[in-house]
């Protein structure tokens, strides 16, 4: 697989601008390789007039993005995505998120065996869950929202129900465990 399809791929599935450097190393590349890749990826997405997604670069950062000619059809999409029930992939994942958070997205996936990053932007962007940055660790977890708890009248993620069970349930804890070891 190139660097450049390694690039688009990263940049399709993140939620927010990846630098050089966190391209670097997600791709085992130095920096300057990826620099050159991106450039071509730029050019590449530049050169295609019908395309309704192209590459945005500021300083150091890059991102994908939707054209401003779908602009309407995106905030449609959006619309519906944020107001209408949420599907039974996203509860699975609110679930998690409330009762182990604060959570890594590795870990929520490895907990459901399946990919969650559009689920993830799903929640953050009805304000379910939020984004904590650990820098020490240079992750992002998740955790439930005020907005959600305030939804279900509740204060705290402790009072929901059987939180004590499922908060330390054996069986979660092992598939972390072993997410850890590998």
């Given at each position: ?40 990826l730029?050019?590449?997405?530049a ?41 039974r992939a ?7 998120i ?42 992002t977890?998740?955790i ?11 204060s ?27």
């Open positions: 697989m190139s660097l450049k399809s390694q690039i688009e791929s990263l940049l399709f599935i993140s939620n927010y601008p990846l630098s050089y450097k966190k391209l670097g190393e997600l791709t085992e590349k130095k920096a300057d390789e990826v620099k050159l890749a991106v450039e071509e730029a050019q590449e997405y050169a295609r007039t019908d395309s309704g997604i192209l590459l945005i670069k500021i300083d150091d950062k890059v991102q994908l993005a939707t054209s401003a000619e779908n602009s309407k059809q995106v905030k449609d999409f959006i619309k519906d995505e944020t107001t209408g029930e949420l599907t996203s509860l699975e994942t609110l679930t998690i409330a009762y182990r958070g604060p959570v890594t997205r590795a870990e929520i996936e490895q907990i459901r065996g399946v990919n969650c990053a559009i689920i993830l932007r799903n929640l953050l962007m009805r304000g379910l869950v939020e984004e904590r940055m650990n820098k020490e660790k240079m992750e977890r998740y439930a929202s005020f907005d959600f708890l305030k939804y279900l009248g509740i705290e993620a402790s009072q929901l129900p059987d939180f004590d069970k499922l908060n330390n349930a054996d069986r979660l804890q092992k598939i972390l465990e072993e997410k850890i070891e590998t």
